[in-house]
């Protein structure tokens, strides 16, 4: 019999995407939340064993050789911390509303905007906060000017955008698809596998990415600011300036509001209620995209800019005609930048390199007899040093100990665990 999703989900390595339901043929997988907070897929109908779930699954094994040769151009330069790319750029949109409401300078949504006016694409993949579960998110399609500006700012939690395929293979047109790293891998593995979505799927956005972060993360962040989900009607992740602020409207009126970096520091930075399958990826800058897309950590606008710009990679010429587009029609301003410079300026260039670190970080999971996925890369993976293993081993179990969030980590640990954490991190490094 052949193998089917389910093998993935079993040995650990789903990582929720939903590729394989978007393509499966009979619509016997959906995409389904586990009790550790986080997205897998489940066969629910009738499995006609072809196979297409695993030849398009990310979560197993990505030959970055075989889909760069596919999708990237031949004259692109690589790096081995960025992958294939034709420029770099900083900038942000032109129009002052668009940034200010976004995450870090506007530039996906103008960019759609752009791409959707002048016909380049007829709809986005995109996602919003779900209207009925206000911390849930929705992907859909957007096909209007205010459907592109409603899925503005960033969704810090679990997404199946994947999902979509299913609409993309039944309704003709021209698409972009907004997405993660392990998303955009999903969609070009999807796209080698049917030709259909190759033809519609025009434009690929990726947004750089360390890991992220499960649905109860954000249940305790706001356990400790005294929210019940249920009082919540409006709930944004990030934005309305940079680096942006967490907004929650309650249904009594009153708005309540948490820093980017106080959530950044209680999460992200110790990788609490992480999947433990984002620990061993190795694309920060979503290699596979047309265009990658995120915050220019840079140590001159930390004060300055109160607005947010964002480092651009552009990977072919896809990419390039249009930003250049943008440019002629003011509605971005950029300013190229070396890519030597990029990485060296970049706040969270340590992150680039730390996840090519396979060695360390995949360390733990050896040890522990775990499944690990199979990355084809056009060169070899960097070296790992002494400090990795040791921040491997404290995020697989920050990651881990988190994911037991009813048995182990109450609010009180949580704190206590942390500053504990910190003092060692500190004296370490």
């Known amino acids: 019999m052949t193998k089917t999703i389910k093998y993935v989900v079993e040995t650990g390595l789903c990582l929720g995407c939903g590729t394989c339901a978007g393509i499966c043929p009979s619509r016997s ?31 197993s094994n990505v030959n970055v050789v075989q889909l760069n040769n596919s999708f990237m151009d031949r004259e692109g330069k690589y790096d081995p911390l960025i992958g294939t790319y034709s420029q770099c750029y900083i900038g942000y949109a032109q129009d ?21 006016e002048s016909g380049f694409i007829d709809g986005a993949i995109v996602t919003k906060m ?25 969704k810090y939690c679990p997404v199946a955008t994947n999902i979509m ?50 649905f109860h993360g954000f249940e305790y962040l706001l356990g400790q600011m005294g ?33 980017f970096h106080a959530y950044r520091e209680e999460l992200f930075n110790l990788f609490l209620f992480t999947p433990l ?26 004060c300055s800019d109160t607005l947010g710009r ?28 070396d890519v030597i410079q990029l990485l060296k ?32 890369t056009p060169v070899s993976i960097g070296k790992s040093r002494l400090g990795d293993y040791f921040v491997s081993l404290q995020s697989f179990s920050n990651a881990y100990l988190s994911s037991k969030s009813n048995f182990l980590f109450t609010p009180a640990i949580i704190k206590a665990y942390m500053t504990v954490l910190r003092k060692i991190i500190s004296g370490v490094f």
């Open 277 to 302: 399958r984002c620990l061993q990826c190795i694309d920060t800058s979503c290699e596979l995209a047309d265009l990658s897309f995120g915050d220019a950590w840079f140590s001159e606008f930390r």
């Open 96 to 116: 002052s509303t668009i940034r200010a409401k976004g995450s870090s300078g506007g530039l996906v949504t103008s960019l759609l905007i752009s791409a959707l």
């Open 345 to 376: 300026r970049h706040g969270n260039c340590e992150t680039f390199r730390f996840k090519k670190s396979t060695k360390a970080r995949f360390f733990p999971f050896m040890l522990l007899k775990k499944s690990i996925p199979v990355y084809q």
């Open 227 to 259: 929210v019940k989900i249920s009082d919540i009607s409006e709930f944004t992740h990030r934005g309305n300036g940079w680096p942006g602020v967490m907004t929650i409207r309650l249904k009594n009126g009153k708005i309540k509001k948490l820093p």
């Open 29 to 59: 997988i959906e995409i389904v939340s586990n009790s550790k907070g986080e997205l897998e897929a489940s066969i629910i109908g009738l499995c006609v064993n072809c196979g297409n779930c695993l030849k398009v699954c990310p979560g």
């Open 165 to 214: 395929l299913r609409e993309v293979l039944q309704k003709e047109g021209r698409y972009a698809v907004v997405g993660l790293p392990c998303q955009i891998q999903g969609i070009r593995k999807a796209e080698r596998v049917n030709s259909v979505l190759r033809k519609r799927i025009v434009l690929h956005i990726g947004l750089l990415c360390s890991h992220s972060v499960n």
């Open 130 to 154: 779900n209207e009925l579960e206000p911390t849930k998110p929705k992907v859909f399609i957007a096909k209007t000017v205010e459907e592109i500006v409603s899925a503005q700012t960033s």
């Open 310 to 337: 964002s480092v651009i990679i552009a990977r072919n010429s896809v990419g390039i005609q249009l930003l250049e587009s943008m440019m002629k029609n003011n509605q971005a301003i950029l300013q190229q930048i």
